[in-house]
């Protein structure tokens, strides 16, 4: 036999040889992987079943919880049919639909009766929501006041979460405060009287009515006008209820819109009264000028709305600060009086900001009022700007998790 071939015969044996060492080390490799990919694979589809059947109690117990309050409180509201409600909306119809947040969309609607209805249509897939329709149908109902929306009814379906309520005609404040074209409609005389409107509902919430109640998402967007264009407070899905003498409250999960949120509750977690006046005068200022504050922004200056107002507040030009389409229509007194209450309003530390009592009365009084102190989110001339929140997204959002 020639020697070539005995070479050749050497070499295949020791590649297969070669073959069978590297299929003994891949193999079980392989096997290992593939059985932990099973395991995994199990360990996902049984956590999934505990989170569906533990979601599912908690909505039964949310829902017996529910039942409890309401037979509690003796709240008159209507329970409305799936049926009634999808006959009201055309099926929840794009073409009905109003807007949509965090909580889902909400459709305007029209009973058999006539009468034009707002639907809110808590999401499926929202945790919050849930939140939010108990929230508001046990605490909103007991709740009855000219500068609040009213609740009508609620329908739970299934898991569908469905809340009813009056149908505000020009929808919300921010579509006419912050558009060019319709800004125009808001002359000074509205703007002011909205502003009162707000504070007399907000004085209601926090001490008239015989709960306490603390918003913690007042906005241009919750604020709803009706036909006559007077304001109406709503969305109390983030309220909070506060029991006896209690005054101030601390959480681990801040909630609210960017812009508005008083720095106590935005870095600890506290909030109070004082919070909701924070926000309060972040809409006034946002109602005199016609500007967002988290979107302002001065041409020279690293100011946010705030910033601005405050430093032609100290230069003595604070009328430099409303909206030019109300110029020439604008009681000044008021205007001034207004930034005034505004930049007491949104004074850093809460104990400085006056109460919702304290502001009605000054707003509809003509005494002196104290000056107010630097407001909160000011940023200095040539230092960067500090926790304006500014080119976030406007809808309602966890902001942080406070140490």
């Not at 009201?88 to 009468?115: C, H, I, M, R, W």
């Not at 008239?208 to 913690?216: K, N, P």
Request: net charge neutral; hydrophobic share 35%.
């Amino acid at each position: 036999m020639p020697a070539s071939l005995f070479t050749d015969l050497t070499v295949t044996q020791s590649g297969v040889n070669g073959n069978i060492q590297l299929l003994t080390i891949v193999l079980p490799i392989l096997a290992v992987l593939v059985g932990l990919s099973v395991v995994l694979y199990a360990i996902s589809i049984k956590r999934k079943r505990s989170y569906m059947k533990n979601r599912g109690r908690r909505v039964q117990s949310i829902d017996r919880q529910y039942s409890t309050d309401v037979e509690k409180e003796d709240l008159e509201l209507n329970f409305l049919s799936l049926s009634i409600i999808a006959k009201a909306t055309n099926n929840f119809s794009v073409d009905n639909k109003l807007g949509e947040g965090g909580f889902g969309p909400v459709y305007k609607g029209v009973l058999e009766n006539g009468q034009e209805i707002a639907v809110k249509r808590l999401s499926k897939t929202s945790e919050q929501g849930y939140d939010e329709f108990y929230n508001e149908v046990v605490c909103v109902a007991r709740l009855q006041h000219r500068n609040l929306v009213k609740i009508l009814g609620y329908c739970m379906d299934g898991d569908e979460r469905i809340l009813i309520y009056e149908y505000m005609t020009n929808k919300s404040l921010d579509l006419f405060l912050f558009d060019e074209t319709k800004s125009c409609k808001l002359e000074w005389n509205r703007r002011f009287s909205i502003i009162n409107g707000i504070a007399r509902g907000m004085l209601y919430l926090h001490q008239d009515s015989r709960l306490r109640i603390i918003h913690r998402d007042l906005k241009a967007g919750n604020i709803l006008l009706d036909r006559d264009m007077n304001p109406k407070i709503s969305d109390f899905g983030l309220a909070r209820e506060f029991e006896g003498n209690q005054i101030t409250a601390k959480t681990k999960k801040v909630v609210g819109t960017y812009g508005y949120i008083s720095p106590e509750y935005a870095l600890h977690g506290r909030f109070s009264v004082k919070s909701d006046v924070f926000s309060f005068g972040v809409l006034v200022l946002e109602i005199v000028s016609g500007k967002k504050n988290r979107e302002f922004s001065h041409e020279d200056l690293c100011d946010n709305l705030l910033g601005h107002a405050w430093r032609l507040y100290t230069e003595g030009k604070s009328l430099d600060l409303i909206c030019p389409s109300l110029r020439d229509s604008c009681n000044i007194l008021e205007v001034n009086r207004s930034i005034h209450v505004g930049l007491l309003c949104v004074q850093n530390y809460a104990h400085d900001r006056p109460t919702m009592s304290s502001v009605v009365m000054m707003l509809g009084g003509d005494g002196s009022l104290p000056p107010p102190k630097q407001p909160a989110f000011f940023a200095e001339e040539g230092s960067p700007k500090v926790n304006t929140f500014s080119g976030v997204d406007e809808a309602t959002i966890t902001l942080l998790e406070p140490r």
